[in-house]
């Protein structure tokens, strides 16, 4: 009896698990790898962070995933490196032999070398962040209700938001909508109408991938919230309670969040392989690191062209490379090839508040509360786990119903550490 | 005008809460402190350390409550110390003045000067407690899946817990459940037939409070359930990877559970009062502190006795002093005095697994499948929040059809700081 092939998958993330649902019981060993015990959906992040969701229900166990797919398991461990000679990866648990790899370790927050943002803002990439982004906040306004120097208390309730992206435009809404809806209720010695939520994009326009109409709306309706937008503006420096823009302007704020880059997780550094900018590692056609047909680099980490322009590094390039690589490996092992992987764009949505959001798809524009439906479906429908479905969904009804988000808890406070 | 007499009510445990809802809209200022911005409901702990409910469902915002109990305010702070000379009570966000103070800070855990068992026992008291225990438990089948050695394989899945009170007894159940039902799906490549789950009590009976019929009924259930109940045996020594009995018994366990003993908070220690066993302070029969009628100390730090007997430090205690406390002030301020405080008895309950828990109440006595619904039906009528009694219903409903605990997430690696 031969031994069945090995693959390896590194990271579980939007193209991880698929390419592990594409490979699942067709004969082949495979070992799923991650650092983290579960698949995070990282879109509704932001949630979390504005008390909305509990943290638990945007995860789901990997080997409860597992369980359902057969010929694979679960490794848990964080990836150092690749030897691609002994055709091997080396974790913090010990050597994995493969016979086909596939990459896709994500992207980590990008602050374009700027140190002291960095060492003060906060982003939101993993399951921890949101937590420790919700605690902030809410520590915020208990310090803002005992604050007597009128200044202090403004900028304890002043949020300055970096990037127009998805991330940034969600977020502001999400945070605008938690004061103006939730925390004014709780803090009635607060006059928090004096609250200010800033976005600051570098460009002129927010969501740069939507459509003119779209982006319009997008801006008129934030501002309607009262987010100030402040679009060709960029934060040069920034302090625990200070951030300061390209021009001077200095903003008193205690809570900075930086959502105005990515880049390729540390991995890509270890690969021996030339990258492009933000750290990605250029890919053939079929998604294989050039000169190993066996390794595929998949998601954010991998820079590919299509049409003269490099893929974005968002989670529906992640899904569909994440199934290519799959059905790659298996027509290797049936001795076919694929056509070169191209990605279909199925377009793009983002929500901005209560009944209003954007989306472009099907060639078509939505906006307002059709988007804002056909947002909060498709979301339930990618949220991995059913149980976690109706936690998602009946947090959202509760807050559509009665402006009520309950995980306002601060589970943390600051500067104590956790054990 | 005169100003309105104020309240503190330091502490929002089980008692607290039910003093502010007593106080509250009764032409007083009522000021409620605590360290935490939640009311943690802690007799549910040990079903979010055992992958069974999410965290946030058994917190709820102390602010999301006052916002009913009008002429309430909330006041972020731990408590330090209190000046019965100014009277105010000293905390960490300053000095708050009091006309009547109502003291209930809980207890922390017991371990009865045992500090090897300190440093390496686990044990549920805060909310963080329970999730770092669930990370533990899951982290240690992480690491036996991957261990060669046997013996040391075995350790990792042996878990001891000491004390037999009802804590011991449904953190015991829900464990081996944990294990046999669901762990043993996401391992099929580990024999968690091995794991072990020893439950140590000092004394020859477990739930000594209970009548006979239903601690004989608890112990067959439990080792029914293969968990190993040593009766008459107590913890003497600690390890990382060991637990020593009195009699040298060797146990090579990878995680030790304590929930042997309380004791008062350690606020306690800065009332100018002499203490009892478990540093409690002795009350007045109308719950206040001997020589200071303005100041009532409610809930487990409060010592009195009943019947020849002091009252035990659980919940249902707690709320009725909280009660009677809250009562007590109306009353003074009204120029009337109550009757001194008398504990009722409603019984007691405790869980044991799937359909299998032992209640005594009304004079009866009930087990099986009777007491399990009775005990889901209080436990969801004490939990504070419509929203979270729903997401816990859910999870419950949810174990009950599947066998399924989705709250399996490693949210935290070990020795990994949360900042």
């Not at 109408?193 to 008129?220: I, N, Q």
Request: charged share 20%; with cysteine.
């Amino acid at each position: 009896m031969t031994k069945n092939k090995r693959v390896v998958i590194a990271g579980m993330g939007f193209g991880g698990i698929r390419a592990a649902r594409v490979l699942a019981g067709r004969g082949l060993d495979v070992v799923l790898v991650d650092r983290n015990n579960y698949h995070l959906f990282q879109p509704l992040l932001y949630q979390v962070a504005t008390a909305g969701l509990e943290q638990e229900s945007i995860a789901h166990s990997v080997r409860a995933m597992a369980r359902s797919w057969s010929g694979t398991r679960f490794h848990l461990a964080e990836v150092a490196g690749v030897n691609f000679i002994s055709h091997e990866i080396q974790t913090d648990n010990g050597l994995l032999p493969y016979d086909y790899l596939v990459i896709g370790a994500g992207s980590v927050t990008n602050f374009f070398g700027l140190e002291s943002v960095k060492r003060h803002a906060f982003d939101l990439k993993e399951l921890a962040d949101a937590e420790i982004l919700r605690n902030h906040i809410l520590t915020a306004f208990e310090r803002a209700v005992i604050e007597p120097d009128p200044a202090r208390k403004r900028a304890l309730m002043t949020f300055v938001i970096v990037g127009g992206g998805p991330t940034g435009v969600e977020f502001a809404g999400a945070l605008i909508e938690l004061v103006h809806f939730v925390l004014a209720k709780d803090y009635p010695d607060l006059n928090t109408g004096a609250a200010r939520v800033v976005l600051v994009e570098a460009t002129d326009k927010l969501l740069a991938s939507m459509p003119e109409k779209l982006r319009t709306y997008t801006l008129k309706k934030l501002r309607s919230m009262s987010v100030e937008v402040l679009l060709n503006a960029r934060v040069v420096d920034a302090g625990p309670e200070r951030v300061v823009l390209h021009d001077g302007t200095v903003i008193p704020a205690h809570t900075l969040f930086w959502s105005a880059g990515v880049k390729a997780a540390a991995l890509s550094d270890v690969l021996d392989a030339p990258h492009k900018a933000g750290g990605r590692i250029p890919v053939e056609p079929d998604l294989t690191l050039p000169g190993h047909p066996d390794v595929y680099v998949i998601g954010d980490m991998a820079y590919l062209e299509q049409d003269g322009a490099a893929l974005p590094m968002i989670a529906p390039v992640a899904m569909q490379m994440g199934i290519y690589s799959g059905r790659a490996i298996l027509s290797k092992e049936r001795g076919t090839t694929l056509p070169p992987f191209c990605y279909h764009d199925k377009g793009s949505m983002a929500t901005i508040g209560r009944n209003a959001a954007v989306a472009s798809a099907f060639g078509m524009d939505f906006r307002g509360y059709l988007a804002w439906l056909v947002w909060l479906l498709l979301h339930l429908y990618y949220l991995i786990g059913f149980r976690n479905r109706i936690v998602v969904m009946l947090n959202w009804v509760w807050y559509y119903w009665f402006h009520e988000r309950q995980v306002r808890l601060i589970t943390k406070r600051e500067g104590q550490s956790h054990e």
